[in-house]
T-cell receptor, first 112, second 114 residues
Framework: GDSVTQMEGPVTLSEEAFLTINCTYT??????LFWYVQYPGEGLQLLLK?????DKGSNKGFEATYRKETTSFHLEKGSVQVSDSAVYFC???????????FGTGTRLLVSP | GAGVSQSPRYKVAKRGQDVALRCDPI?????LFWYQQALGQGPEFLTY????????KSGLPSDRFFAERPEGSVSTLKIQRTQQEDSAVYLC????????????FGQGTRLTVV
């Protein structure tokens, strides 16, 4: 069935380190892809999205490219900050459907 | 209000008790979603409303789960005869239009069944 697989955490980095959180998906059709972030004590927030192959979503220094050939949507940031500490969820939505299918989440811990 | 509001934030229920969880979406948002998030897992879809119509309830885990949105605004998720496996965070989200618009999430209701 349709699913999203993302790397297990926690991912522990020092400030200004490079971040990659891997995400792959299995889905029929041409889904839209998303990264959501959940900061401590807050609700899920949309971080970025891409709606078709080769699109790059970007926001707050984070980027992810929709790779149809590898069914991947890896999240990257060149220099993380302590304030980026949160749980990151990869998700997709299939065309014509409204529901988001989420991965299990990856906790990122950034130390000063 | 400024965002999606859910109440209560925390609920402890004895096994077998009925509970009702409330969601106030962003004013004017057409679409409303409920998700269930077990500890250490990602959110899982429960049901979807477009205005007052429940268009998809494929994710509801059993007939003990019931959701309504009678006037196309506030929604209630009801769980009857709660079981321990119902313990989770229940998330509500709303979006402005029917398709291809950002879903805004509430902070969730953490339900613990003892």
């Amino acid at each position: 069935g349709d699913s999203v697989t993302q790397m297990e955490g926690p991912v522990t980095l020092s400030e200004e380190a490079f971040l990659t959180i891997n995400c792959t998906y299995t889905a029929t059709g041409y889904p839209s892809l998303f990264w959501y972030v959940q900061y401590p004590g807050e609700g899920l927030q949309l971080l970025l999205k891409a709606t078709k192959a080769d699109d790059k979503g970007s926001n707050k220094g984070f980027e992810a490219t929709y790779r149809k050939e590898t069914t991947s949507f890896h999240l990257e940031k060149g220099s993380v900050q302590v304030s980026d500490s949160a749980v990151y969820f990869c998700a997709y939505m299939n065309t014509g459907f409204q529901k988001l299918v989420f991965g299990t989440g990856t906790r990122l811990l950034v130390s000063p | 209000g400024a965002g999606v509001s859910q109440s209560p934030r925390y609920k402890v229920a004895k096994r077998g008790q009925d509970v009702a969880l409330r969601c106030d979406p962003i004013s004017g948002h057409v679409s409303l979603f409920w998700y269930q998030q077990a500890l250490g897992q990602g959110p899982e879809f429960l049901t979807y409303f477009q205005n007052e119509a429940q268009l998809d309830k494929s994710g509801l885990p059993s007939d003990r789960f019931f959701a309504e949105r009678p006037e196309g605004s506030v929604s209630t998720l009801k769980i009857q005869r709660t079981q321990q496996e119902d313990s989770a965070v229940y998330l509500c989200a709303s979006s402005l239009e029917e398709i291809n618009t950002e879903a805004f999430f509430g902070q969730g209701t953490r339900l613990t069944v003892v």
